[in-house]
């Protein structure tokens, strides 16, 4: 064949621009950096267990806490990027693996459990939990060589690892059922492990819960993240094994019954939370749009039930340690709501500041029933928690636990300072600082902080409203 039979070869031209990646691959690379987030965040939180208790570790674990609340909000802006199949896996898996972190090591900042368990075993062995105080003589033989040191165990009064040993118990009757039921299921000798694995069970079954409720609501279950990987639910519920996360469970479940109208169903459950921790009363005024007054009946009557035994068994020694602890805590005014005492002058009777505070919180709950949904009583019942707590000040994180719950259900992050502010006073003996001024730092820093993202959020416009997903749902 000549040179000129042969067929014409074609130059081949310009290259092909590359094509951008697809959304597969761009899935995958937001579903690794949210799990080098998750990992990073298990590090540090891992990092602060192995610190060890506030009185060791001081500043260094106040510093480990703190890099965790600032590696959380990265983690969760992450996991909102990631296609929502991908992402509620992820969410679930970084729940347990959390969790593990925080029962691999004994309980490092709380002793809340010992009385737990204590409450549990007199219980077991037939004796009403508010009859006898631990130091009790009528209770010696039930003491052990865990609770009861036995090489001060003859000391007078005697040595125990129990928190307000003289005093009764002040927790509620369902926290009570809670705790015979984990003494019943604990191996002999298991001490404090059983505990911390109901705790972070329960924190795992809410943030199941919390995915349920968010699907059928419509809206975006990623959202479950804001309570499954914050490290407040770590450290007191798989750590320090607070019985606060049944009330936060519980809560959840309630107001899921109120959105989808079974009134009996949740108000029962409702009563039930309150009969944990009497502070998961606060959501009741948002139930009020919607048969408010068959949910608050029922709560009412299974509030007042779950104390019948009890009233029978040992009859006004039910308030337990309640009344002291109260005033232990300054709830007269004198120790609490730091926010209020640093914008009033120091002249300002306690008295004032606690009917001030009051007034306050009346308000907000009557804002709260007028404009709450009943679609979506968890946006009213954020905002009422979330005041109570900066106004209260409180000393004890755990205490927070029902927020982040609410937190999640809602989408509204704008709260979490106000979870996370209990940290610097909790820890204020360990860091030999004061604690008035302390608080007022801690909690007048949340609530500015609160107003801010508050702000910031409604300017950055509609698409953004935790009625809808921080990103739209990827298939």
């Avoid at 693996?97 to 004994?106: E, H, I, K, T, Y």
């Avoid at 010696?140 to 003289?166: K, S």
Wanted: glycine fraction near 8%; charge should be positive; aromatic fraction near 8%.
């Amino acid at each position: 064949m000549t040179p000129a039979d042969q067929p014409a070869r074609t130059s081949p031209g310009p290259a092909a621009p590359p094509r951008p990646p697809g959304p597969a691959a761009s899935g995958h690379r937001w579903t690794a950096a949210a799990a080098a987030a998750l990992l990073g965040l298990a590090g540090v939180l891992a990092a602060a267990f192995a610190a060890g208790p506030p009185n060791d570790a001081r500043w260094l674990l106040l510093g480990l806490v703190a890099a965790a609340w600032l590696v959380f909000p990265i983690a969760v802006w992450l996991v909102l990027r990631v296609p929502a199949r991908r992402a509620v896996p992820l969410v679930v898996a970084g729940a347990v693996l959390l969790q593990l972190v925080a029962v691999a090591v004994p309980p490092r900042s709380t002793d809340d459990l010992f009385r737990y368990a204590w409450d549990g075993r007199v219980q077991a062995a037939g004796t009403d939990p508010y009859r006898h105080v631990p130091t009790d003589e009528a209770l010696a033989p039930l003491r052990d060589d865990w609770l009861f040191p036995p090489e001060c165990r003859d000391r007078v009064p005697v040595c125990t690892i129990l928190n307000h040993p003289g005093s009764p118990t002040i927790y509620p009757p369902v926290a009570e059922a809670y705790f015979l039921a984990v003494h019943l299921l604990s191996p002999p000798g298991s001490r404090w492990k059983p505990w911390q694995l109901a705790a972070a069970l329960l924190a795992l079954l809410t943030t199941l819960a919390l995915v349920g409720v968010l699907r059928r609501a419509g809206r975006d279950p990623r959202w479950a993240v804001l309570w499954a990987w914050c490290p407040l639910v770590v450290i007191e519920a798989g750590n320090s094994a607070h019985v606060d996360v049944l009330a936060a469970l519980l809560a959840v479940l309630g107001l899921w019954l109120v959105a989808g109208r079974r009134p009996l169903a949740a108000g029962g459950v409702l009563g039930a939370a309150v009969a944990v921790k009497l502070y998961p009363a606060l959501l009741l005024p948002v139930v009020l749009r919607r048969r408010g007054v068959l949910v608050l009946t029922a709560a009412a009557v299974t509030f007042a039930v779950s104390y019948v035994p009890h009233v029978l068994a040992v009859g006004p020694k039910v308030l337990g340690f309640l009344p002291g602890y109260l005033k232990e805590e300054g709830y007269d005014g004198s120790g609490r709501f730091p926010v209020l005492r640093l914008l009033l002058p120091g002249t300002v009777p306690p008295q004032v500041t606690l009917a001030l505070a009051a007034l306050l919180l009346a308000a907000v709950a009557g804002w709260v029933v007028r404009r709450s949904d009943p679609d979506r009583p968890w946006d009213g019942a954020v905002v009422l928690t979330g005041v109570a707590v900066l106004l209260a000040g409180p000393n004890y994180p755990w205490y927070a636990l029902l927020l982040v719950a609410l937190v999640a259900l809602s989408g509204r992050w704008e709260w979490l300072p106000a979870a996370a502010a209990a940290y610097l006073p909790y820890f204020v003996g360990a860091l030999d600082l004061e604690m008035e001024p302390t608080k007022k730092l801690a909690y007048g820093t949340a609530t500015a902080l609160v107003l801010l993202l508050t702000v910031a959020r409604t300017q950055v416009g509609p698409g953004t409203r935790a009625d809808r997903a921080a990103v739209p749902a990827r298939p």
